[in-house]
Nanobody, 122 residues
Framework: QVQVVESGGGLVQAGGSLRLSCTAS????????MGWFRQAPGKEREGVSC????????YYAAFVRGRFTVSRDNAKNTLYLQMNSLKPEDTAMYYC???????????????WGQGTQVTVSS
């Protein structure tokens, strides 16, 4: 049974930083592409960042490029999202997703976590 679990969300002031983590079990983590998505109330889910299985290629949405960094530790079955220079508009539920196919920033991933809330105060 595949399980995807996010952690690390919280409340932070604008300009601050958070690091999200995502652990995945029940799958061959080092064979899966991973993605981070977010969804704010009343808005559609949007792709934030993704990383291929080897970790050598990453992609970012324009609205986070230069502020967020995605990485993975395949030995620990863990995905990370370092978020710096946070803005109030980054407030959303953040989701981790996994798939053996490369969906990049499209929300077509097979496996999803339950999400972790990030709230940025002004």
């Amino acid at each position: 049974q595949v399980q995807v679990v996010e952690s690390g969300g919280g409340l932070v002031q604008a300009g601050g930083s958070l690091r999200l983590s995502c652990t995945a079990s029940g799958l061959s983590f080092d064979a899966y592409a991973m993605g981070w998505f977010r969804q704010a109330p009343g808005k559609e889910r949007e792709g934030v960042s993704c990383i291929i299985s080897s970790g050598t290629i990453t992609y970012y949405a324009a609205f986070v490029r230069g502020r967020f960094t995605v990485s993975r530790d395949n030995a620990k079955n863990t995905l990370y999202l370092q978020m710096n220079s946070l803005k109030p508009e980054d407030t959303a539920m953040y989701y981790c997703a996994a798939d053996w196919r490369r969906w990049y920033l499209r929300p077509n991933y097979k496996y999803w976590g339950q999400g972790t809330q990030v709230t940025v105060s002004s």
